[in-house]
């Protein structure tokens, strides 16, 4: 299975499978240093419920899972929509004066640093 397979497979399990009618509060996120990047989840973003963001999370072995905001050391930008936000720090594949170009085509908002 191709990773853009394996991708959409994952966010379709996780649509599938809402917890219940009111998500959890807080924020969650998906931190992998590897990559160089961060996801959070908050308010309608977590209505895929705890158990599935951490699966999805989990597929890549070197992220971790936590309740609680991304690291905001040496972040280089953040792509917000209306269910996540995506952060990126030095050593992410684009370089951040690329990354607004990124962001914007998916419904985003960037912000640098």
Request: proline letters at 8%.
């Amino acid at each position: 299975m191709t990773p853009a397979a394996r991708t959409f497979l994952l966010v379709a399990l996780v649509a599938c499978s809402r917890e219940s009618a009111h998500p959890p509060a807080g924020v969650w996120s998906c931190h992998s240093a590897k990559a160089g990047n961060c996801r959070e989840w908050s308010g309608p973003g977590l209505a895929a419920g705890i158990d599935n963001l951490r699966k999805l999370c989990t597929t890549t072995a070197s992220a971790t899972f936590a309740n609680g905001a991304c690291p905001t050391a040496n972040v280089t930008g953040r792509c917000t929509t209306a269910d996540h936000s995506d952060v990126f720090y030095e050593g992410y594949p684009l370089r951040a004066v690329d990354l607004p170009a990124a962001c914007t085509p998916a419904g985003g908002t960037f912000s640098p640093k």
